[in-house]
């Protein structure tokens, strides 16, 4: 499987810089028959790491949907799932480059463009999940995380909720004690596996597209993320215990190369633009969903064993990172402080 993915992303990348060679804009065509004249369409290409059936997939179709009613005679927008075109960070060098146009990742890979992104990482930044919803929806703000790497020529357009990440392992996790010695994957950025090692145990950073294998292999014991890890990445067929111990909540981003959009007229952009939001909020429903049926399935059809652990224990582990981080990246702390507005507005809405 992972040799097929390489093939099919080599073969993929070779496509695409034949295709950059000749025109960079243009890929197909249609032609009238008995007339001379030629449609150029500009294909528009989107990577992500998640299988057809995830919400991201699905808000992604609507986002196509969306600009092919709009520009369909313009424009095409093709979809990468499954890591088809490499991890994260390769599609992400893929989109700084102009190869293709969006792709879809973490913020933790957005760590080494803008160190802003290092606040997402943070644990226990958000004390609830209002108060993170609410935080990201304030666009006047995320505007300018998002103009942050446009020195790097990345443009964030959108966010998408994947809900709360927990730890997994092949063994229960009942206590931040039990994480001791453990080796668990985290997402590939310093901020993740100061994290882990806080928690005690042994951060062990990798693409999310190697972590089944690593569990099953017995390369590493354990991972950390939500509840679809479990299904739609089909972890919970190697890691049975599931600890809900609530460390983070690490939105993915859709991460435009900010020289096709600039190179967009106005009322384009808009297009784009107002897909991007759309595209957010069908992930948001479908993923209110899909969690539900995911924790389900996991522990009907899987046997997953979900476990309801002493958040305030998990916590007190770590917040000494949240100081350190503090201290060391003074890019992080205006939103630190920004974000903790909508913490205690929830806290208080709450009592
Ligand atoms: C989630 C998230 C992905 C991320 C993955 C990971 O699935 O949606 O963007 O890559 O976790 O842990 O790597």
């Known amino acids: 499987m992972k040799h097929l993915k390489k093939i099919i992303a080599v073969v993929l990348s070779v496509c695409m810089l034949i295709g950059c060679v000749g025109c960079s804009s243009t890929s197909s065509s249609?032609?009238?028959?008995?007339?001379?004249?030629?449609?150029?369409?500009?294909?528009?290409?989107?990577?992500?790491s998640q299988a057809e059936t995830h919400p991201e997939h699905i808000g992604l179709l609507k986002f196509k949907k969306y600009v092919e009613e709009k520009l369909g005679d313009k424009y095409e927008v093709q979809i990468f799932p499954n890591e088809l075109l490499g991890s994260q960070t390769k599609a992400i060098e893929l989109t700084q480059t102009g190869a293709i146009d969006f792709v879809l990742a973490g913020t933790p890979n957005l760590e080494n463009f803008a160190k802003v992104?290092?606040?997402?990482?943070?644990?226990?930044?958000?004390?609830?999940?209002?108060?993170?919803?609410?935080?990201?929806?304030?666009?006047?703000?995320?505007?300018k995380i998002y103009e942050s790497t446009d020195e790097t020529g990345?443009?964030?357009?959108?966010?998408?909720?994947?809900?709360?990440?927990?730890?997994?392992?092949?063994?229960?996790?009942?206590?931040?004690?039990?994480?001791?010695?453990?080796?668990?994957?985290?997402?590939?950025?310093?901020?993740?596996?100061?994290?882990?090692?806080?928690?005690?145990?042994?951060?062990?950073?990798?693409s999310f597209g190697e972590v089944y294998t690593a569990i099953q292999q017995g390369v590493i014991d354990g991972a950390e993320n939500n509840e679809l890890a479990l299904t739609s990445n089909k972890h919970g067929e190697v890691a049975k215990y599931f600890?809900?111990?609530?460390?983070?909540?690490?939105?993915?981003?859709?991460?435009?190369?900010?020289?096709?959009?600039?190179?967009?007229?106005?009322?384009?952009?808009?297009?784009?633009?107002?897909?991007?939001?759309?595209?957010?909020?069908?992930?948001?429903?479908?993923?209110?969903?899909?969690?539900?049926?995911?924790?389900?399935?996991?522990q009907k059809e899987m046997g997953v064993k979900f476990i309801n652990v002493d958040v305030q224990a998990f916590r007190n582990k770590v917040l000494g990172v949240q100081k350190q981080m503090l201290k060391d990246n003074t890019n992080i702390r205006d939103s630190y402080k920004h974000f903790q507005t909508f913490n205690k507005k929830y806290e208080k809405e709450a009592k």
């Not at 030629?38 to 990577?47: Q, S, W």
């Not at 997402?120 to 666009?139: G, I, R, V």
């Not at 900010?258 to 190179?263: I, Q, R, S, Y």
């Not at 069908?282 to 389900?296: D, G, L």
Request: aromatic share 10%; no cysteine; hydrophobic share 40%.
């Open 30 to 48: 249609d032609k009238k028959e008995g007339s001379k004249t030629t449609t150029k369409k500009r294909i528009i290409r989107i990577a992500h």
């Open 117 to 143: 992104y290092e606040i997402f990482s943070m644990p226990y930044l958000f004390t609830s999940e209002e108060a993170y919803h609410a935080a990201m929806n304030d666009s006047a703000y995320m505007k």
């Open 154 to 206: 990345l443009r964030v357009v959108t966010w998408y909720n994947v809900g709360t990440r927990n730890f997994y392992a092949k063994k229960a996790i009942n206590t931040p004690d039990d994480l001791k010695g453990l080796k668990i994957r985290v997402q590939q950025s310093p901020a993740s596996v100061n994290m882990a090692n806080a928690f005690g145990a042994a951060a062990s950073p990798m």
């Open 243 to 298: 600890s809900y111990n609530k460390h983070q909540m690490v939105p993915d981003v859709l991460v435009a190369n900010l020289k096709f959009l600039d190179g967009l007229s106005a009322d384009e952009r808009k297009v784009f633009e107002d897909a991007a939001k759309l595209s957010t909020q069908v992930e948001e429903k479908e993923w209110n969903k899909q969690v539900k049926e995911a924790k389900e399935y996991a």
